[in-house]
């Protein structure tokens, strides 16, 4: 598993304080299976996030 803010390995969570920060505000950018760059749409309802190996992820 890897972090969807970062994209490192998710280990222990301290390493990622930050990136829990900016989860409550920001789409994922990594996917969290493969750590690949996802592309991002924000739109005023939510966003969508694709990873070309592992689909969609929506914020609904």
């Given at each position: 598993?890897?972090?969807?803010?970062c994209?490192?390995?998710?280990?222990?969570?301290?390493?990622?304080?930050?990136?829990?920060?900016?989860?409550?505000?920001?789409?994922?950018?990594?996917?969290?299976?493969?750590?690949?760059?996802?592309?991002?749409?924000?739109?005023?309802?939510?966003?969508?996030?694709?990873?070309?190996?592992?689909?969609?992820?929506?914020?609904?």
């Amino acid at each position: 598993m890897f972090c969807d803010q970062c994209g490192k390995p998710a280990g222990a969570r301290g390493e990622h304080a930050r990136c829990v920060e900016r989860r409550l505000l920001e789409p994922p950018r990594f996917c969290p299976d493969c750590a690949r760059r996802m592309v991002v749409q924000v739109t005023p309802t939510g966003w969508t996030a694709r990873c070309s190996r592992h689909g969609e992820r929506t914020s609904a």
